[in-house]
């Protein structure tokens, strides 16, 4: 039976940022999820890599400040998915006072530590610039900056990375139990296609399992843990282009949450979130007519043109897996992590809470806390660029260009998403192409035989969802038969 040091259980950012540290430290390492990855939250998310501005109304200096220091890896290490947006925060008095907006943004522009992006500043909101879409009546504003980043790819290329550094990648493929024996685990696994069973030893189980961290411990792992989690879930719409700037909102409501208006896709604009608490009978989660009524509402306080649910051309619902502090408001719940660390014989570190930003500082506090048990290499993650980001010190606009230049007969905006998507990786999917012929099946959307081939082959992609909604977004710019055909030729990949 083959023994692993770390099996990670779970295939999300948590669980993918782990795996790639430890295998990055030497260690033999296993990750499995049970479904594809980047299924459940980590693709369910509003796609920004930032502080948390309104974290620090809740006193979270902890969390924002690293969460900012992480901004500045992220931008760095991921420069084809991440980069900077400017976010706009039309200003009402009768919800926050302007001396209270500035003193937070002056602290969220100096809690981590040198940044690259500009500082905030106050804002005229006209209708040519800054209040571009809003109502007349906002006149006023304040800008700053944080990170867009594409959340499904991230986790993608987190494993990639992990693979490439010697860990075994399992998609579909559920742990169905575990137990200690000796001084290792025996986790049992269940490929879902086939149905069979198989085990595999770890000296070291890490619980990443996300929204069913505490199910896994309950059920599979039959443990128990003084760990709760408080499952939230977060919706989002996405509706036709508010307007045609690249800054996004940031919106104040009277039920003191905020919520999103972000530029997407180039024709859309993505409006989220919501704070609804669920249980696990609620997964996987889907978006309630409340919530879709009240995302319209909360844009439509502040859009020219109204917000109507009639509009909505696609949504998406995640459940972010809170470890409970006892505070009953979900808004109020703390987005910060803890590292359980089970040490009833082989270790089990289960992972409760975090968010997608600080993904990369979890691992490596997950490292720390199991130094006892694996040899103590120094972090790597911060220094080595993701699968597609070796830049080599050029930034995007430079890496473009090039591309430009080498595949002059290819539609320029096609040329762009692409790079987004793979970065300097792009080169493998175009290899010898000349003429948009050469890219083979064109199946609508931006998506080319090509690709679609790469994604199977190398992302593990098996099933149409999982290349049109995670992989790429293609599936947002196709008609329902184009989405069908990408189905056919998926099922005849199997």
């Given amino acids: 039976m083959e023994l692993y040091d770390i099996a990670v259980i779970g295939g999300g950012i948590n669980g993918a940022g782990v795996a790639r540290d430890a295998a990055g430290r030497g260690l033999k390492v296993l990750l499995a999820e049970q479904n594809d990855f980047a299924s459940a939250t980590s693709s369910a998310s509003t796609k920004l890599i930032h502080g948390g501005l309104r ?13 900012l220091a992480e901004r500045e890896v992220m931008l760095r290490i991921a420069p084809h998915i991440i980069w900077p947006l400017e976010f706009v925060l039309p200003h009402e008095r009768h919800l926050r006072q302007a001396w209270m907006i500035r003193a937070g ?8 530590g040198r940044t690259s992006l500009p500082k905030s500043r106050t804002v005229r909101l006209d209708a040519e610039g800054h209040g571009a879409g809003l109502k007349p009546e906002f006149t006023r504003g304040f800008a700053y900056y944080d990170a867009w980043v594409d959340d499904a790819r991230l986790v993608l290329l987190t494993l990639c990375s992990a693979r490439a550094h010697g860990a075994t990648v399992l998609a579909r493929t559920r742990c169905t139990g575990a137990r200690r024996e000796g001084d290792a685990w025996r986790v049992t696994l269940r490929d879902q296609a086939s149905c069979k069973e198989y085990e595999v030893h770890a000296r070291i189980l890490v619980n990443a399992a996300g929204p069913w961290v ?43 949450r905020v919520v999103f208006m972000i530029p997407y896709e180039r024709e859309f604009t993505l409006i989220g979130t919501t704070d609804v608490q669920v249980t696990e009978r609620d997964l996987p989660a889907t978006v309630s007519a409340d919530e879709l009524a009240y995302l319209c509402a909360a844009a439509s306080r502040y859009s020219a043109r109204a917000i109507t649910t009639e509009q909505v051309l696609w949504n998406y619902s995640g459940v972010r897996p809170l470890y409970d502090d006892g505070r009953e408001d979900p808004s109020a719940i703390t987005r910060d992590y803890e590292l359980l660390l089970d040490e009833q014989g082989p270790p089990l570190l289960s992972i409760f809470g975090g968010k997608i930003t600080t993904y990369r500082k979890l691992a490596e506090h997950v490292m720390d806390k199991l130094a006892r048990w694996v040899p103590a290499h120094r972090p790597w993650t911060h220094a080595e660029a993701l699968p597609g980001g070796d830049f080599g010190g050029r930034d995007f606009a430079t890496v473009l260009d090039e591309f430009h230049a080498r595949y002059s007969k290819l539609d320029p905006r096609w040329l762009v998403r692409l790079l987004r998507r793979h970065g300097t990786l792009a080169g493998k999917i175009l290899d010898d192409v000349k003429t948009k012929a050469d890219l083979g099946e064109d199946f609508g959307g931006g998506l080319y035989e090509r690709e679609l081939v790469y994604l199977i082959e190398h992302e593990w992609a098996r099933a149409a969802e999982d290349v049109l909604w995670r992989r790429t977004k293609c599936g947002l710019h196709m008609s329902a038969e184009q989405r069908s055909r990408v189905a056919e030729r998926m099922a005849g990949a199997r």
Avoid at 55 to 67: A, D, G, K, N, T
Avoid at 105 to 112: K, N, T, V
Avoid at 239 to 244: G, T
């Fill in 214 to 256: 505490k199910s896994l411990l309950d059920r599979e792992l039959n443990i128990e843990s003084p760990g709760r989690v408080r499952l939230v879930k977060g919706s989002h719409i996405v509706v036709p282009r508010i307007h045609d700037k690249r800054y996004a909102y940031i919106l104040q409501n009277p039920d003191r």
């Fill in 55 to 67: 974290y620090l109304e809740y006193y979270e200096f902890r969390l924002v400040s690293e969460s």
């Fill in 105 to 112: 943004l002056f602290l969220y522009d100096h809690i981590g």
